[in-house]
């Protein structure tokens, strides 16, 4: 858990993995804290403009986030440039690409060994819910080994696609970090498609038959602020 | 016994237009040649002679081995049909082995001092089905983590792959045990 | 080297020592110590994908490499099996995913050779379009992830450039940039428009001068050459014996292109060159490829210039194997079962039959076997990744560390299609 000093700057910082549920930053009711000082808006505007990718490129996604870093869809240019192969020096996880059961342990590994605070994109379908495969050695998706914050589908994504969703998430770095549920994964920050009726696919992924009380998965009014 | 491969034609040596060049560096072997779908011919033999017939076909002229592999044609019997495919460089030419193994007795002789290049494809077939190599330099597993107890593509393994599973299992409680406070989670 | 006094400095004593000199020196090198076990991987910017080397070294050379591969196994053949032989058609393109129509057509040329399905030649005159384009963007990510790993991070640059240019062209043509799955049994799924092909003759026209571009930043550049000549140098009987087939055998001086041994698609038809290297290193195997991708480009035009003349369908009306038209399937009861069949039973007759195609990384065969059934039977992928990481711990043993880059980027296997 997230502690303070007396100036209400976050010390001890917990990756956002909890709400911060003491002290003057508590949650509030809409779920996201709110600034006590200027310095911390400070290095929060830091933060969202320089997330540095940890590109865990693990197969076809792999070579579209190459693509993205590349000359057409500069990642440089939102200050994602310095794309570190070493977890120690990244807050941005982008996993692209599919895991299997044998790399899981080494994909888990990774995520530990960064730094807080961290978010993870997990890039593709592969590694948003295991893809077009339904076989024994794939991952059904990473957000069973790790927390997710946002998810982007495509198989794989155009880079743009994975910028579109790369600024929200950006934004909501600014503001202290994206909502996270009780397991740590985000809630959906990006749905495109506000109108579209609910179906049974619309059901909380972690929690299907609602016995577990996580919540509206699709907030219908995405609050970036 | 090949009761599987009804378009194969039988096609014995001395009608053919004029004999394969490798037939005669083959003499003294008992083998079954017969031509696949796809015009290649193809060679079956029993266990026994399987590593002469490779020798010989070596000699001939095959040096390159292009793949090992099996078919599972579970549930008939016999089970496995071992194929090697090999390639001739020099006269352009493909040929097909293939080797029936039946269930619980599935180990065959190892190609890997003729062709070091088939290593691995061995490696990958007891992976993938168990069929053991026999006098091979380094036997285990390719592409499944080393502890894993499955040989997967075998007909009666399933697609999606067999949960609970005893490795994933424990993994799977040792990762929940550290992030997720609820007992009773779904996932 | 020398001292302000002129004399030696102390560097200079060190890297002269003569031995003998100094007998303590000379028993025992206190500098061998224990062997290191080194895990490169499976994530490191250098692997070309999830590959783990447990290397052990003697400081800064290699004493053996033991590759562990496996961390992209999906099971692939397995999902054949499951699925059909329809539905693996995306699957394929993600085998060596830098490449994706060239997997696709390899497997519908086995699955052709299986059901003795013959296809229309404006089919094959596209395909060999396709193949090219494919080969030219594999070799495009060859150069540019060699570069970046050597150090050379603008060739990256470069040749993503040019890539960008290929993915608009296949964007307009197939509707996805990578991972087209455009290829079906019989043919290709819609023809190439004049816009299309408008795109692809500006591209081929400007894409000599891109690669003398990176010609000129490589292969006279003598970091470049330091760093692949003399490396990895495999003879001809070891190539062989070792499975290599693609730039890697042909870099060791056999003379094997499965494009003229073998033809498919009518490759006899088109005039191009195979280029053949002599030492068989590194470096020789980058000028093969090198060359490759010009090669490619001249097919490439060839194809598209047959394309003006050659007309007819890109693909069969074999309601067995094939989906028939939209319109039709919602006007006509018959269209209407066809598609059910095509979809949930497509058989193709009892036998096994295999295909191997010249890819960018070697040959690419697929190993298909039917049962008569309309779930397959068997499914296997020859990988040329697979043989070609075979090959690394004998080509290894005894260099230096930092060789082992040049070695992994010379041998450029893609880990999709080595594990499946």
Not at chain 3, 268 to 284: L, R
Request: proline share 6%; charged share 25%; net charge neutral.
């Amino acid at each position: 858990m997230g502690s303070l000093d007396q100036s209400g700057l976050r010390t001890k910082s917990d990756g956002g993995l909890r709400p911060v549920s003491d002290g003057p930053m508590a949650a509030d009711a809409s779920g996201s804290g709110f600034f006590a000082t200027r310095a911390d808006w400070l290095v929060n505007w830091g933060r969202k403009n320089s997330l540095w990718p940890m590109p865990l490129g693990l197969s076809c996604c792999g070579i579209e986030l190459m693509a993205m870093i590349g000359p057409k869809f500069d990642l440089a240019r939102f200050g994602a440039e310095a794309a570190r192969f070493t977890p120690r020096q990244c807050d941005l996880l982008i996993v692209a690409g599919t895991l299997t059961w044998k790399m899981a342990t080494a994909a888990r590994t990774i995520y530990d060994q960064m730094p807080d605070p961290k978010w993870v994109i997990a890039m593709g379908v592969c590694s948003s819910s295991g893809g077009m495969y339904d076989s024994y050695a794939v991952v059904q998706g990473i957000d069973s080994i790790m927390p997710v914050d946002v998810y982007v589908p495509g198989c794989p994504p155009r880079p743009d696609a994975v910028i579109e969703r790369e600024a929200p998430l950006a934004k909501l770095v600014g503001a202290g970090g994206p909502e996270r549920d009780e397991r740590g994964t985000g809630k959906l920050i990006f749905q495109p498609n506000h109108g579209i009726a609910r179906g049974v696919l619309d059901k909380h992924p972690h929690d299907p038959k609602g016995k577990l009380g996580l919540g509206d998965p699709l907030p219908r009014k995405t609050e970036i602020k | 016994m090949t009761s599987n491969e009804t378009r194969e034609t039988s096609a014995p040596a001395d009608s053919a237009p004029a004999a394969p060049r490798w037939a005669a560096a083959l003499s003294g072997l008992e083998y079954k040649q017969l031509v696949g779908a796809d015009g290649m011919a193809t060679l079956e033999v029993a266990r026994e002679q399987l590593h002469a017939l490779l020798a010989a076909l070596k000699r001939a002229g095959f040096a390159q081995c292009t793949l090992v592999s099996a078919v599972d044609h579970y549930p008939k019997a016999p089970r496995f049909a071992l194929t090697h495919q090999l390639l001739s460089l020099e006269h352009n030419e493909r040929i097909r082995v293939r080797c029936w193994l039946r269930e619980g007795d599935e180990h065959a002789p190892s190609c890997a001092d003729l062709w070091p290049g088939a290593n691995w494809s061995e490696r990958e077939c007891f992976d993938m089905f168990g069929i053991r190599f026999d006098a091979h330099p380094d036997l285990r597993r390719l592409l499944l983590p080393q502890g894993y107890d499955h040989h997967p593509l075998r007909k009666e393994f399933p697609h999606a792959g067999i949960e609970p599973d005893r490795l994933y299992r424990q993994w799977d409680k040792q990762r929940r045990a550290g992030w997720n406070a609820e007992e009773g989670a779904t996932r | 080297m020398s001292g302000a006094q002129g004399g030696p400095t102390l560097t200079r004593q060190v890297f002269e020592y003569t031995p003998g000199t100094r007998p303590e020196l000379d028993h025992d090198d206190p500098l061998h110590g224990e062997l290191l076990k080194l895990n490169m991987g499976p994530q490191h910017p250098a692997t070309h994908g999830v590959l783990r080397l447990a290397v052990t070294l003697d400081g800064e050379q290699i004493v053996d490499v033991d590759p562990d591969v496996g961390f992209l196994h999906r099971g692939k053949e397995k999902s054949c099996e499951s699925l059909g032989w329809h539905k693996f058609f995306p699957h394929t393109d993600r085998l060596d995913y830098v490449q994706p129509l060239m997997n696709n057509i390899g497997y519908a040329l086995a699955l052709e050779k299986l059901g003795g399905i013959e296809v229309p030649p404006r089919a094959k005159v596209v395909r060999v379009l396709l193949m090219e384009l494919s080969r030219i963007m594999a070799h495009l990510i060859y150069i540019g992830t060699l570069g970046i790993d050597l150090g050379a991070v603008t060739i990256f640059f470069y040749s993503f450039r040019q890539r960008e240019e290929l993915y608009r062209i296949v964007d307009a043509y197939t509707g996805h940039r990578m991972n087209n799955t455009y290829v079906r049994i019989g043919g290709v799924y819609a023809d190439v428009d004049d816009k299309v092909a408008a795109m692809i003759e500006k591209f081929l026209a400007d894409f000599p001068a891109a690669l003398d571009e990176i010609d000129a930043m490589l292969t006279r550049n003598r970091i470049w050459y330091d760093r692949n000549r003399g490396i990895g140098i495999i003879s001809k009987e070891d190539a062989v014996a070792m499975s290599l087939t693609g730039p890697t055998l042909r870099g060791s001086g056999v003379n094997w292109d499965l494009r003229r041994a073998q033809p498919y698609s009518g490759y006899e038809e088109y005039d191009f060159d195979v280029p053949v290297g002599s030492v068989g290193d590194c470096y020789d195997r980058y000028l093969v490829r090198m060359t490759e991708m010009r090669e490619a480009a001249k097919i490439a035009k060839q194809a598209l210039d047959k394309l003006k003349s050659v007309k007819g369908d890109v693909l069969i009306e074999d309601r067995r194997y094939v989906l028939p038209p939209k319109d039709l399937v919602h006007s006509s009861m018959e269209e209407l079962i066809f598609q059910f069949k095509v979809v949930t039973d497509m058989r193709l007759p009892r036998g096994e039959a295999y295909h191997g195609i010249e890819s960018s990384k070697g040959e690419l065969g697929f190993f298909v076997a039917s049962d008569g059934t309309s779930k397959p039977l068997r499914c296997h992928i020859r990988a040329p990744g697979l043989m070609n990481i075979q090959a690394l711990p004998m080509l290894a043993k005894g260099r230096l560390f930092s060789d082992m880059v040049s070695l992994i980027g010379s041998m450029d296997f893609v880990m999709g299609e080595v594990d499946r």
